[in-house]
């Protein structure tokens, strides 16, 4: 069946506006995870959900970043008033249950202008 | 803070040849580790995990080695392939959500 998808690919922001980036995890997987990865480096845990829940967002580095999963499928992870220091790819992760195989989505690559 | 990391950042090898990419870990009540593949625009691929039940794992041109004593762990790819050039991380899975913990790459490059 289909993978992860996400969109947009890609994004260009100018400093201080909103975005909305969103995953479409693989069908009946439970546990969404999002990422950051950063240019070079390996991705960083942003927040995680099972099912509608967000059991975990110790990850999300401020109050601007937020995201939601109200139907326990699709997940957005949305930015506000974004800093240049947001710019990274933004990966999605789902798997069929909490310790199970993560599958990647392409990730959106964020540039904040 | 605990986290895990790897020793070399770039790794060269001619076609053919075996590859080692080697990786640290530093939290001992880790019991999970994964090696991904990401090649450039894409997301990590899985390649193999290894439980710390075990000190050897094998699939299909891949073998994943886990020595705790020293918390070290390592991606052995035999008969280096072109396909095979891209980033490799490995990755820590803990936590209840059991959330990946990523080193920061090594980049193998294969010349032909």
């Known amino acids: 069946g289909a993978g992860v998808s996400q969109s947009p690919r890609y994004k260009v922001a100018k400093r201080g506006q909103d975005v909305a980036l969103r995953c479409d995890p693989i069908?009946?997987?439970?546990?969404l995870f999002w990422y950051q990865q950063a240019l070079g480096q390996g991705p960083e845990f942003l927040t995680y959900?099972?099912?509608?829940?967000?059991?975990?967002k110790s990850g999300l580095p401020s109050d601007r970043f937020f995201a939601e999963r109200p139907e326990g499928s699709v997940s957005t992870l949305k930015i506000q008033r974004t800093q240049q220091e947001d710019s990274a790819v933004y990966l999605c992760?789902?798997?069929?249950?909490?310790?199970?195989?993560?599958?990647f989505g392409p990730g959106t690559r964020l540039t904040v202008l | 803070g605990e986290s895990v990391g790897l020793h070399l950042p770039t790794l060269s090898v001619q076609e053919g040849d075996n590859s080692i990419i080697n990786c640290a870990y530093s939290?001992?009540?880790?019991?999970?580790f994964i090696w991904y593949k990401q090649e450039s625009g894409k997301g990590p691929q899985f390649i193999i995990d290894?439980?710390?039940?075990?000190d050897k794992r094998q699939g299909q041109r891949v073998t994943v080695l886990l020595n705790k004593t020293v918390k070290h762990l390592s991606l052995q790819i035999a008969a280096t392939q072109p396909g095979d050039s891209a980033v490799y991380f490995c990755?820590?899975?803990?936590?209840?959500?059991?959330?990946?913990?990523f080193g920061g790459g090594t980049r193998l490059m294969v010349k032909p």
């Open positions: 992760a789902s798997s069929f249950s909490s310790g199970n195989e993560q599958f």
């Open positions: 069908s009946g997987h439970v546990s």
């Open positions: 959900f099972q099912n509608e829940a967000q059991l975990d």
């Open positions: 939290n001992s009540a880790s019991d999970y």
């Open positions: 290894i439980r710390s039940n075990m």
């Open positions: 990755a820590e899975n803990r936590g209840a959500g059991n959330m990946l913990t």
